[in-house]
């Protein structure tokens, strides 16, 4: 029992709904919320779709809670997202793209190599 835990995170869920937005076909308990969603603005459709390589298939780590830190608002989670140093950002949103193999160097993301796989599993993914 001491290596469970559970935490909340406002943001989490937030993003994990972004997912079901994305993936419909694999949350079928949420239909009847993804059909009210159609009404959302154009524009926000398409920044959830340009965004979706964060979402889709692996949610990155910075997403997710701290097990031994206080609850935290929805507004505290996305203050501390934008504190993050632009590296960790890097390496987090291109987690989805490009198995780091765990390794969570942020430096590994300015490889010209690995800057190209990201690239082309983007494109793979159908994102700009």
Same mark, same amino acid.
């Not at 990155?60 to 830190?69: E, I, L, R």
């Given at each position: 029992m001491e290596h469970v835990a559970h935490a909340y995170s406002p943001l989490l &869920?937030? =993003?994990l709904s972004l997912h079901v937005l994305v &993936? $419909?076909?694999h949350h079928p308990l949420q239909h009847p919320w993804i059909r009210q969603m159609r009404s959302l603005p154009a524009q926000l459709k398409r920044e959830?779709?340009?965004f979706a390589f964060v979402y889709r298939r692996h949610v990155?780590? =910075?997403?997710? $809670? #701290?097990?031994?830190?206080d609850? /935290? #608002?929805? &507004?505290?989670e996305l203050a501390a997202l934008r504190g993050l140093d632009e590296g960790t950002i890097a390496l987090e949103f #291109? /987690?989805?793209l490009y198995d780091h193999g @765990? /390794? /969570?160097?942020p430096s590994l993301v300015q490889r @010209?190599?690995?800057q190209e796989r990201i690239v082309a599993s983007a494109r793979l993914a159908g994102g700009d």
């Open positions: &869920e937030a =993003v &993936e $419909p076909k959830i779709a340009a990155p780590d =910075v997403f997710a $809670p #701290s097990p031994v830190d609850l /935290r #608002s929805f &507004e505290d #291109s /987690r989805p @765990g /390794r /969570r160097d @010209g190599e690995v």
